[in-house]
């Protein structure tokens, strides 16, 4: 977290220094959190954790730490499964997926797709936790731990385009082979083809973090971005204020803007 902070602070100097007076209000290098929609906030907390790792955090209880982003549980007694939303699926790397996946069995996890090798990318199988979100787990080396968040649209390119415009992350190819934007500790990836909004969904939202959110609203309003709650201020668990408002992405995919 100290280094993120500095590579973030580092940024934001270099922004301020090279660019003109007119510039864009910088979006922080990262993903700031993933929402999933769960009955039990308690029980998504402990399920991910026990499975896939995460650290508590002092500012709510309804969340876990992976890296610089958070998973963040939000109450919903009727949320959809993710699969085919504009939030299609999360995905985890592990250090050896063959182990992973019998132990997941073990567990009585859900299994979509076993384990199998893609050539060029790496060993890949796909679950189903208890509450509808589809996650991807793969044995990556170089990137262990939450890998990335997988969108789906009907224009996988020009989504891309629309991420990197409005909120940064460097343009890479995952292995050689995937286009995406890289982001602080996640991937951010598109699939092609048709998806339904994801709100109501086990994926409901994920977020990106600002220093000024009201300029930042302002800015992408004239972008003629579509906000759907306009920022306002929310106390969390451990009295620490955050401001947020909500802004809808391509194939409806729910964005949360966010400044701490």
């Known amino acids: ?11 934001v100097v270099a922004f301020a220094l090279a660019a003109p007076a007119a510039a864009q209000t910088p979006i922080l290098p990262v993903v700031d959190h993933i929402h999933l929609n769960v009955p039990d ?16 955090m002092t500012e709510a209880p309804d969340r876990l730490m992976f890296g610089d982003t958070r998973l963040i549980f939000l109450r919903n007694e009727k949320g959809q499964p993710s699969t085919g939303s504009a939030l299609d699926h999360i995905g985890f790397s592990v250090t050896d997926l063959d182990a992973k996946m019998k132990a997941l069995e073990a567990a009585g996890i859900k ?14 199988a796909f679950i189903e936790d208890p509450w509808g979100t589809r996650i991807e787990v793969v044995q990556d080396s170089e990137k262990l731990g939450l890998h990335h968040v997988h969108l789906r649209a009907p224009d996988a390119a020009a989504t891309l385009a629309w991420y990197k415009e409005k909120f940064g992350g460097d343009t890479a190819k995952l292995k050689d082979r995937l286009d995406g934007l890289k982001y602080s500790g996640v991937w951010l990836l598109v699939q092609r083809g048709d998806a339904t909004p994801s709100e109501g969904h086990a994926i409901d939202h994920i977020g990106w973090r600002t220093p000024n959110l009201d300029a930042k609203t302002n800015e992408l309003k004239a972008q003629n971005v579509k906000f759907t709650t306009e920022p306002r201020p929310l106390r969390l668990a451990s009295g620490v204020m955050v401001n947020f408002a909500y802004l809808e992405g391509p194939a409806g995919a729910k964005i949360e803007l966010v400044q701490r």
Do not use: C, D, H, N
């Open 111 to 124: 299994v979509v797709s076993p384990v199998r090798e893609v050539q060029g990318l790496f060993k890949l």
């Open 1 to 11: 977290m100290r280094l993120f902070r500095i590579v973030f602070l580092v940024t």
């Open 41 to 56: 906030q308690a029980k998504g907390v402990e399920w991910y954790q026990k499975y896939f790792g995460g650290q508590p």
